[in-house]
């Protein structure tokens, strides 16, 4: 795996494989090269029968703050079909981690934002420190949480993805938990013991069950098909296409608010 640049991968003697997001520079935001990367290992890590568990996790103390500044600057002008192409980029990139037949363990710290929370919720269980900033932020843009939301709503329920899908708010650890984004928030410095505790149980257990019980449990689960991923990849699309993502995005990439903040509307 020492071809990847934009994720590190570092496998111990236990089996245990740290996968981190490695552009600390840009707060781990997603690039094309990092979602691609991200997919190539979730493919790789099938066959391979020295990784036991794999923890997700960001360098430089933050998880992952959402869409890459460039990759978010080449979708202004794009066309719809190069825009459903980075959509369908992203949605196959999570498809490939949710289905993943290992266990994935999130270390959410520093920021988890827009696409960050996708990664958390496609994570099999997620600890995030309590100071971190969590936030489906995407409307503040003018888009919608559109490729991830299977996975938020897979992890969070419908009524409690309402509560923050909509607002773009940013809150704590505690209140994600709340919200069963992450199954529990700890103090920074115990982050270390926290996560330990959640790879522990599966260093005692064979290789193939967890893989099989959580194939099992998606199963039984929300289903999230070809034709699910489909229909949110055309709903971001579409989104991308109104005078509002161009708004937001153009505030967001110039660094001012957009017109609508403060006014009650557009």
Same mark, same amino acid.
């Given at each position: ?20 997001? =490695? =552009?600390p520079?840009?707060r =781990?935001?997603?690039?094309a090269?990092? #979602?691609n ?16 568990? &794999? ?5 430089? %103390? /933050? ?13 202004? =002008? ?14 196959? #990139? ?8 290992l266990?994935?363990i999130?270390r ?10 996708? #990664? +958390? ?12 900033m969590? %936030?489906? @932020? ?17 992890r969070?329920?419908?009524?409690? +993805?309402?509560?923050?899908? #909509?607002?773009?708010?940013?809150? %704590?650890?505690?209140?994600?938990? +709340?919200?069963?984004? &992450? +199954? ?32 099992? &449990? !998606?199963?039984?689960?929300? !289903? ?10 055309q709903?971001?699309?579409? @989104? ?5 993502a !161009? ?15 403060? @006014?009650?509307? /557009?």
């Amino acid at each position: 795996m020492d071809e990847f640049r934009a994720i590190s991968v570092e496998i111990d003697e236990r089996g245990v494989a740290d996968l981190r997001l =490695n =552009n600390p520079e840009r707060r =781990n935001a997603l690039s094309a090269r990092m #979602m691609n990367e991200l997919a190539a290992f979730a493919r790789l890590a099938r066959d391979r029968n020295d990784i036991r568990v &794999v923890v997700l996790s960001g360098a430089g %103390g /933050t998880f992952c703050a959402g869409a890459d500044l460039t990759w978010m600057k080449a979708q202004v =002008n794009a066309t719809r079909e190069t825009r459903m192409a980075e959509a369908r980029r992203i949605a196959l #990139m999570l498809k490939d981690l949710n289905e993943m037949p290992l266990p994935l363990i999130g270390r959410v710290e520093g920021a988890a934002l827009g696409g960050g929370v996708g #990664m +958390a919720c496609v994570c099999d269980i997620a600890i995030a420190s309590r100071d971190c900033m969590i %936030g489906l @932020t995407e409307t503040r843009l003018g888009l919608v949480p559109a490729t991830i939301g299977p996975y938020v709503v897979a992890r969070m329920g419908e009524a409690r +993805a309402r509560q923050v899908v #909509m607002s773009g708010r940013v809150f %704590g650890g505690d209140e994600a938990v +709340a919200l069963g984004i &992450v +199954a529990k928030a700890v103090k920074p410095d115990e982050m270390d013991s926290a996560i330990a505790d959640e790879v522990a149980p599966y260093l005692e257990l064979p290789h193939g069950p967890p893989g099989r019980a959580k194939s099992l &449990v !998606r199963s039984l689960g929300l !289903r999230i098909d070809e034709a699910t991923i489909e229909a949110s990849i055309q709903r971001l699309a579409d @989104t991308w296409d109104t005078e509002e993502a !161009r708004e937001g995005i153009a505030a967001f990439l110039e660094r001012r608010r957009p017109r609508w903040a403060g @006014t009650g509307g /557009t």
